[in-house]
């Protein structure tokens, strides 16, 4: 593939590529002298028209490990604020010749939009409600690296899953590599089309986690709700916020996630969020090694002489 729009492009094969690149990668953010020569020579643009800690500053740490020239720009810093569109602001990018564009776009589409008009590589680093490869790729590192592999594992996604594509690519890529996935959240924030995703669905919290071995906790996206429609915060705690309290009934070694950023104390409880079973920190870490792996890849395809 020339670009990384969504984990569904992707067979388990070329997952299982992504997972051991991403290993051969890991130790060396462990180094004292964490650099090496692999992408010398090569551009990468990271496009964010959304904000973004941490996929923005892991591919840029990705991108200069790796000894790339990484070029950041955000929305606000770019001509798009002076009514530039989308597409020339990517034609004048690619007029650049970077090796490849990671972008981030509130629009669902704008990843594919884009990949459509350049010759080089593009990462999608989140678009809209649509998908976040990336996000999910090292979310499933994350778990293998604890459990070795996902099948027979039930992992519960929990929260807003209707505004999330963090939930829509775990559900893919999770799904193909054996787990059994659930959902939980209420109903205003599960999308209509949510039962056609062929996962079990759940609005009660108890029986969603039961037996789970990991919960995956999502950001309440205060800034994506309709009008009129905002959840109260308090009510939505109480039904839905992870605790160790409401993990009662989850395997006894249950893991949690976050993608973050995390709301404490609405979606996940400041205790658990801290606690020794919580892998947040390490899907930031996973971040790096994988997104070190995916630009390697997409970047050096034409070397190793891959198909589209
Ligand atoms: N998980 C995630 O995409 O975080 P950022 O928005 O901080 O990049």
């Known amino acids: 593939?020339?670009?990384?729009?969504?984990?569904?492009?992707?067979?388990?094969d070329d997952v299982a590529v992504v997972m051991k690149t991403a290993a051969s990668f890991r130790e060396i953010n462990a180094r004292p002298v964490k650099k090496v020569p692999t992408l010398k020579g090569r551009s990468v643009v990271l496009f964010f028209a959304e904000p973004s800690t941490r996929t923005k500053t892991s591919f840029d740490m990705a991108g200069?490990?790796?000894?790339?020239?990484?070029?950041a720009l955000t929305k606000s810093g770019s001509s798009l604020v002076k009514g530039e569109s989308l597409k020339d602001t990517v034609l004048t990018l690619l007029a650049m010749n970077p090796d490849a564009?990671?972008?981030?776009?509130?629009?669902?589409?704008?990843?594919?939009f884009v990949a459509e008009r350049v010759s080089c590589a593009v990462i999608n680093a989140g678009d809209g409600r649509h998908a976040h490869p990336t996000q999910a790729l090292l979310d499933a590192f994350t778990l293998l690296e604890k459990w070795g592999t996902l099948a027979d594992k039930t992992v519960c996604i929990l929260g807003d899953i209707a505004h999330s594509r963090v939930a829509r690519s775990n559900v893919i890529l999770l799904s193909m590599l054996g787990a059994n996935v659930r959902l939980c959240g209420p109903r205003t924030l599960l999308p209509p089309s949510v039962d056609g995703w062929g996962v079990e669905v759940h609005s009660d919290l108890k029986k969603a986690v039961a037996g789970a071995h990991a919960v995956m906790c999502l950001r309440l996206q205060l800034e994506r709700q309709q009008a009129g429609l905002l959840p109260d915060l308090r009510e939505y705690a109480g039904r839905f916020c992870l605790?160790?309290?409401?993990?009662?009934?989850?395997?006894?070694?249950?893991?949690?996630?976050?993608?973050g950023p995390i709301n404490r104390g609405i979606e996940i409880s400041s205790e658990l969020a801290d606690a020794g079973q919580s892998l947040i920190l390490d899907q930031v870490a996973s971040g790096v090694a994988v997104r070190m792996a995916l630009l390697h890849l997409f970047i050096t395809r034409k070397d190793r002489g891959d198909k589209e």
């Open 101 to 112: 564009i990671v972008i981030r776009h509130g629009e669902s589409g704008a990843a594919a």
């Open 1 to 12: 593939h020339k670009d990384l729009l969504d984990v569904s492009q992707l067979s388990r």
């Open 243 to 259: 605790s160790s309290a409401t993990l009662t009934g989850a395997d006894p070694d249950v893991k949690v996630l976050h993608p």
């Open 64 to 71: 200069k490990r790796l000894s790339a020239d990484t070029f």
